[in-house]
């Protein structure tokens, strides 16, 4: 028995162990190994797919960025319609629904919380958008994460600095990610948050 425990306990810290792999790069001038790296994990890859798969990396890191993005706005966005921070005016006039109407939760007790709320035409609308900005705007199929909009609208040419930038951007991604799935989290069991209030 003893021996399945320790068995156990080594290779579930051999998971944690950094991998040595080749270098993979893209057009950002930047490796994108070492990029999201943070010690003392070194690269954090427990199901060996950078020796496996390789060729599955761009394509990964890609929607990693993607969603981290995507994470970030989505945290922000809870925080600052929870704490009663809306538009004002109607988000459909002929049904008289006001922005402040909708639901500030995630899920709100309901499948889509105030998703819910929001007239057809208006999901609609939000569907074409984010249509529009996967597939001409921000296409999935460009893995490097650079999409001529520059930083805050200023290219950053040294190398040096974009890796931190990007790095940044990353890890304060993978923190979003698990920020929203956070708060959906506590907005089911209920209580009170310190930034978000009354779930």
Not at 14 to 38: C, I, K, M, W
Not at 40 to 47: E, M
Not at 69 to 84: D, E, K, S, T
Not at 148 to 174: C, H, M, Q, Y
């Amino acid at each position: 028995m003893k021996l399945a425990v320790a068995s156990l306990l080594i290779g579930s810290a051999a998971a944690f162990a950094p991998t040595q792999v080749g270098r993979t790069s893209t057009n950002l001038a930047v490796n994108e190994l070492d990029l999201g790296v943070t010690e003392p994990l070194g690269v954090y890859d427990p199901l060996g797919w950078l020796e496996t798969e390789p060729e599955s990396f761009e394509r990964r890191r890609a929607v990693e960025r993607k969603h981290g993005r995507i994470c970030m706005i989505a945290l922000i966005g809870q925080v600052v319609h929870a704490n009663g921070i809306v538009f004002d005016g109607y988000i459909s006039k002929s049904m008289g629904l006001k922005f402040s109407d909708i639901d500030p939760s995630c899920v709100g007790g309901k499948v889509l919380g105030g998703l819910t709320a929001i007239p057809t035409a208006g999901l609609v609308q939000i569907l074409l958008l984010m249509g529009l900005i996967e597939l001409a705007w921000l296409p999935a199929s460009d893995y490097s994460g650079d999409y001529g909009v520059g930083w805050f609208g200023e290219d950053i040419e040294d190398p040096e600095i974009k890796a931190r930038k990007l790095n940044a951007e990353l890890n304060n991604g993978r923190a979003a990610q698990l920020g929203i799935l956070g708060l959906m989290v506590h907005e089911q069991l209920g209580g009170e948050l310190p930034i978000v209030g009354q779930m």
